[in-house]
């Protein structure tokens, strides 16, 4: 980077400027001060994050180099999301770790999920101390892109584990995010890792109006992430009167720093198998008229091609030459939009995505 800069009008100025540019390189480092244009990255990259519908709403997907949460209540997708953009950044050849403070990853499923398990880093660590250590490290290194908590409410202090059970250990845990996201932060700004939290939901005692809802690990999180995402159950996926076999999910964008926030995203996932890649495709195709729905009838090109969503997706996982067509026609029609970061529909005129 040059450290010169041009002030005509004022040469002791102009002097005064550079020498101290050039004492701050030499104190901290070349790169520590710069002119924003002169940034080597101003767009900022992502990752997919396995649902197209998601990645829409995110304005690209997931944000690389930033730190992102994802909350929910139990059994909502958080994992199965986290895991699906474990599976993306390694597609692209990027290194993962999964931090497991819970003690709960299924490398089954985790395959299922086309998750490369031989190649994934994983950490059970036995407190939260060294569970954030070891991601201020993976950051630090710069050789790891993506890092998974799993999940900030079983990153248990030490002088929670060591003490008694009656003890009061008021606020522990707050302090420890604090502290490390304080230094993560930080490091992720050199490394370019992203870094994703899941977090749990816990009910505040005594709230009679407004949301009684709070994530866990004090407020930290909330001020350091540049994107949060709120993840739901909207309904229970049956065929007739057949079991369950899986979910329908909402994804609201709760807080996002590099695209339009409270956008909503759904999609559907399948027990064993993760998320419905074809049911995100079909929605899509469905909204930009790709497909055209009449009554419980999809059609494409004027023919029909299944009664009722179920059957079209099956028709589309049946008929992978259909599919790659009406895919490769979804995609065409997103574009990103660089002047607002934001991922939209070629043919909107206001320059904005539809909600899924």
């Not at 709070?214 to 001020?223: D, E, M, N």
């Not at 309904?235 to 609201?252: A, I």
């Not at 079909?282 to 909204?287: F, G, H, K, Q, T």
């Amino acid at each position: 980077m040059s450290t010169t800069v041009n002030i005509s009008s004022n040469p002791d100025k102009e002097k005064a400027l550079n020498l101290v540019l050039k004492q701050i390189e030499r104190n901290f480092g070349k790169g520590s001060i710069m002119r924003l244009g002169d940034a080597a990255q101003m767009k900022v990259e992502t990752i997919p994050s396995g649902a197209l519908t998601l990645d829409i709403a995110l304005g690209g997907g997931l944000p690389k180099g930033r730190i992102i949460e994802i909350y929910g209540p139990e059994s909502s997708g958080k994992t199965t999301l986290a895991l699906h953009a474990i599976a993306e950044i390694q597609k692209t050849g990027g290194v993962a770790a999964f931090v497991d403070a819970e003690h709960a990853l299924d490398p089954t499923y985790s395959k299922a999920l086309g998750v490369d398990i031989e190649n994934l880093l994983v950490a059970q660590p036995d407190h939260g101390e060294s569970a954030l250590e070891i991601v201020d490290q993976l950051v630090r290194s710069a050789a790891v892109d993506l890092v998974v908590i799993d999940s900030v409410a079983a990153l248990v202090p030490r002088a929670e584990i060591e003490g008694e059970m009656g003890d009061n250990q008021m606020g522990l845990q707050a302090r420890l995010m604090s502290k490390a996201l304080r230094k993560i932060a930080g490091n992720i700004g050199r490394s370019g890792s992203t870094v994703i939290f899941l977090n749990q939901l816990r009910q505040k005692i005594g709230i009679t109006y407004g949301n009684p809802e709070v994530t866990t690990g004090g407020t930290a999180l909330k001020f350091y992430a540049s994107v949060r995402l709120d993840i739901r159950r909207s309904q229970s996926l049956k065929k007739g009167s057949e079991d369950q076999y899986g979910n329908r999910v909402k994804v609201k964008v709760a807080k996002n720093k590099v695209a339009p926030p409270f956008r909503v995203a759904e999609f559907d996932i399948i027990f064993g198998q993760g998320i419905s890649r074809m049911g995100c495709i079909l929605d899509i195709a469905e909204s930009e008229d790709i497909i055209v729905r009449k009554g419980a009838w999809y059609s494409y090109n004027g023919d029909n091609i299944g009664q009722g969503r179920e059957n079209t997706i099956t028709y589309l996982t049946e008929n992978s030459e259909l599919a790659k067509e009406v895919e490769q026609l979804v995609r065409d029609k997103l574009v990103v939009d660089p002047t607002k970061g934001e991922a939209v529909i070629e043919d909107n005129p206001n320059g904005t995505a539809p909600e899924a």
